[in-house]
C-alpha cells in the first residue's frame, strides 16, 4: 500500500548538479519527517539530510551547503537538490518517511523510519 519511489540519480561531472525526488503514495507524510540516505561501495548506510516541518532541515555536515532538503506536503513529495557534487558523494541514495514527528537528536538515525524507497544510484566522475 505504501510505496516510496526514487528518481532523478545518473552520471554527473565533478562540480555538477542533481535533484531528487522521492514521491510518496498510500500514506501522508506531512505531519512526519522525510530523510535522505546514502550508501557507498564498501561503506555503510549513512544520514544525509532530514525534514520534519518547514525551516526544520538538518544535514550530514558532508554535504552542508551544497545540498537542499525540502518537502511539497500537497504533493506527498521531497527533494533533494545537490549542488557541486563531489566523487565522494558517489553512492546509492535512499528515500525514507515515518507518520509522525520525532525530536531532533534522533532524525539522523535510520531506524526510526518505517518506509524506505529502493534506492537510485548518484556517480559523480572527477
Known amino acids: 500500500q505504501v510505496q516510496l519511489v526514487e528518481s532523478g540519480g545518473g552520471l554527473v561531472q565533478a562540480g555538477g548538479s542533481l535533484r531528487l525526488s522521492c514521491a510518496a503514495s498510500?500514506?501522508?507524510?506531512?505531519?512526519?519527517?522525510m530523510a535522505w540516505f546514502r550508501q557507498a561501495p564498501g561503506k555503510e548506510r549513512e544520514f544525509v539530510a532530514a525534514?520534519?516541518?518547514?525551516?526544520?532541515?538538518t544535514y550530514a555536515e558532508s554535504v552542508k551547503g551544497r545540498f537542499t532538503i525540502s518537502r511539497d506536503n500537497a504533493k506527498n513529495t521531497f527533494y533533494l537538490q545537490m549542488n557541486d557534487l563531489r566523487p565522494e558523494d558517489t553512492a546509492v541514495y535512499y528515500c525514507a518517511a515515518r507518520t509522525a514527528d520525532v525530536i531532533l537528536s534522533a532524525i539522523r538515525e535510520g531506524t526510526i523510519y518505517n518506509y524506505w524507497g529502493q534506492g537510485t544510484q548518484v556517480t559523480v566522475s572527477s
Open positions: 498510500g500514506r501522508t507524510f506531512s505531519g512526519g519527517v
Open positions: 525534514v520534519r516541518r518547514i525551516n526544520s532541515n
